[in-house]
């Protein structure tokens, strides 16, 4: 149970709803800011305004997957009000007081650092990123679907990066009859490219491995998908980029040559948000529980 917590859930999407039901059923006390739009009430739960927040009393503060914009602007679709996370409102947090998000950037690390607040990443722990590859992947599924004009079977799919994401897009493609290709910098991940059936090659060859894909799915946080690359693709390739904002593709130079390329990152929140609000908040209610009676205040 997370009797005695007291947490602000600020902004967020669909896949927030299901981290305010499960936290609510365990007896956790809840402010949620930006939620001034939304109909349904939870017991234990009390929309405030940013200003209204007990922040001394605090024991946790739940952002949204994305965390804070590049000035500490945080996104809400339940909601017209802007609302900003500062350093001057984490400033009266008590020094106890925990940060969730499922990403972060440098002005949300800049802040949690320089007040010395404990600021934990859903999204860097492999049980979150692994169970949230299966929406992810299904979303991947349906854009490729809407977005060209053949079966997925016998299309050459390029997966670009083989980390907890790329490895299911890249298993999961290849069991709908795709020839999958997944480009890697380590040889270990290479090795096991091999190992599952896939056609592995070194990212640094990039450039020579695209003038006869179908789709390219990106799932690199860094610009990987330059304007040389998409130079040599064949002018119907598809890329779906799955990395967080700002993506790996040069975008402009894709839509100047001609092809469609669309940065979907947050494709669980959009395509399955209550599977995914559920994945962050079993984990998140683990970690509240933990972090509470670590800290002595639970029993």
Do not use: W
């Not at 650092?113 to 991947?140: C, M, Q, W």
């Amino acid at each position: 149970m997370l009797t005695g917590i007291k947490a602000a859930v600020i902004g967020g999407d669909a896949r927030q709803l299901e981290v305010i039901r499960k936290l609510t059923e365990l007896n956790a006390t809840l402010f949620l800011v930006g939620f001034d739009q939304l109909d349904h009430g939870f017991t234990g739960a009390k929309k405030v305004d940013l200003d209204e927040l007990p922040l001394s009393e605090l024991h946790a503060i739940i952002l949204p997957v994305s965390g804070s914009g590049p000035n500490g602007e945080i996104e809400t679709i339940f909601s017209n009000k802007k609302i900003s996370l500062t350093e001057e409102l984490l400033k009266q947090t008590n020094t106890s007081c925990t940060v969730y998000s499922g990403i972060t950037n440098d002005y949300l690390t800049k802040c949690t650092k320089a007040l010395n607040r404990s600021h934990i990443k859903l999204f860097e722990r492999d049980d979150v990123a692994i169970y949230n590859s299966i929406p992810t992947v299904e979303g991947t599924i349906m854009m490729v679907i809407q977005h060209t004009d053949t079966t997925i079977h016998q299309s050459n799919i390029m997966v670009l990066g083989f980390g907890r994401v790329g490895m299911s897009v890249a298993r999961t493609f290849a069991s709908l009859g795709g020839h999958v290709s997944v480009g890697a910098r380590k040889s270990e991940h290479l090795a096991r490219i091999t190992e599952m059936g896939f056609q592995p090659f070194y990212l640094d060859d990039l450039e020579q491995q695209v003038d006869q894909i179908d789709v390219c799915i990106n799932t690199i946080p860094a610009q990987i998908v330059t304007a040389e690359v998409i130079a040599k693709m064949p002018s119907h390739t598809l890329i779906i980029d799955l990395a967080s904002k700002p993506g790996g593709t040069d975008f402009r130079f894709a839509e100047k040559r001609g092809i469609k390329a669309l940065l979907a990152p947050g494709l669980p929140g959009i395509v399955a948000p209550k599977t995914a609000g559920k994945i962050i908040a079993k984990v998140l209610t683990q970690l509240l529980i933990a972090d509470y009676k670590g800290k002595g205040q639970g029993k």
